[in-house]
């Protein structure tokens, strides 16, 4: 069973959520740019409300989500170019993705409990 | 430049499977008449010098893609990089294509890099009867061609690229994507959606990372990164 296959008939759905997700990351990185350089974290306190804001609540979870899809797309094509073990890299994406399910979990709840 | 003859420093990677234990470099030197302005010209004067050395060539004009090889840490064909280009008083350091198994110093085995391009099927598709004489286009679809048919097949383009060092047996490289888009974009070949489903594959053709490797090298100055951008754009628009 060494023949070669390819042909997964996939492929595009995760390099367009790549490109979506890299412009919301570069998005939400030059707000908080904005954020820092306006004041938003001269105290504890103003750094807490600023978090805590609705608005930048939500967009926070969609950075930590897109962060973690952008994620998984890379490593995976780290795993796939340098594993050529099948079994190896079965567990490798499966390692990968609950890491990255952890950490999204992780995020999500720090920045909900503010 | 001057035009009087000159002496020029040489340093090509020489294997001979069945002498040599492992390649090694080799310095020579050769004089070069006013008339040898190309690499490839200084290389026959080379041959005829050491007629050991080894490597392919035939139209001398940027036609046939046959003497494509690394000159310098680049990619190019020696018929058309000229002698001017090199900066004086240093060895031009001529090494094999990279990326494919070399069968004796700059000869290599091209077998991978022509099947990924038979892969994509490099042949129009249509099965309605032939017309009378031929299937007709109008110049703009026409346009659409220009920038693909060019290419020569030297293998410039893929052999620079790492995803192919990578992949070889399964990504299908700029070369044979390029080719891919060719009769894509074709308005005369009805296998556009097959061909589509076909490099629908994070092997195929999502090992490209755009980092444009093959434009820089093109001797024919072609540009696959914008080939394989139309084929990814091409799907994203069938898909919504």
């Known amino acids: 069973m060494n023949r070669l296959v390819v042909g997964a008939h996939y492929g595009l759905k995760d390099w367009l959520a790549q490109r979506i997700t890299g412009v919301i990351m570069a998005v939400y990185t030059l707000l908080m740019f904005a954020a820092v350089l306006g004041g938003a974290a001269a105290s504890r306190e103003a750094w807490q409300a600023f978090m805590g804001n609705g608005f930048i609540r939500f967009i926070s979870f969609l950075f930590i989500v897109s962060l973690c899809y952008h994620a998984w797309v890379g490593v995976r094509d780290i795993w796939m170019d340098y594993m050529n073990s099948a079994a190896v890299r079965v567990t490798l994406h499966v390692l990968t993705l609950l890491a990255l399910v952890g950490y999204a979990g992780w995020a999500v709840q720090i920045i909900w409990r503010l | ?240």
């Open chain 2, 1 to 240: 430049m001057t035009n009087a003859n000159r002496t020029v420093q040489f340093k090509i990677y020489r294997y001979d499977p069945d002498q040599d234990a492992k390649p090694y470099m080799q310095d020579i030197s050769v004089e070069l008449e006013s008339t040898d302005r190309k690499l490839l010209d200084a290389m026959v004067k080379l041959k005829a010098q050491d007629d050991s050395i080894s490597f392919r060539r035939s139209c001398r004009e940027g036609v046939c893609g046959s003497d494509a090889m690394n000159i310098n840490g680049k990619n190019g064909l020696a018929c058309l990089t000229a002698m001017e280009s090199f900066p004086e008083g240093k060895p031009i350091v001529l090494r094999p294509l990279p990326g494919l198994p070399v069968i004796r110093d700059l000869i290599v085995d091209m077998t991978q890099f022509f099947k990924q391009y038979n892969s994509i099927k490099p042949y129009l598709i249509n099965n309605d009867p032939p017309p009378e004489r031929e299937r007709l286009q109008s110049p703009e679809d026409r346009e659409e061609l220009n920038g693909l048919y060019e290419c020569i097949l030297c293998a410039c383009c893929t052999t620079s690229c790492p995803s192919f060092w990578w992949n070889p047996d399964k990504f299908v490289g700029p070369a044979g994507l390029l080719a891919a888009y060719r009769f894509i974009a074709d308005t005369r070949d009805q296998a556009t959606a097959e061909r589509l489903d076909d490099l629908e594959d994070p092997y195929r053709l999502f090992r490209c990372h755009t980092i444009m490797n093959c434009v820089d090298v093109c001797p024919k100055g072609l540009n696959p990164t914008k080939a394989i951008g139309k084929i990814k754009e091409m799907m994203v628009r069938r898909a919504v």
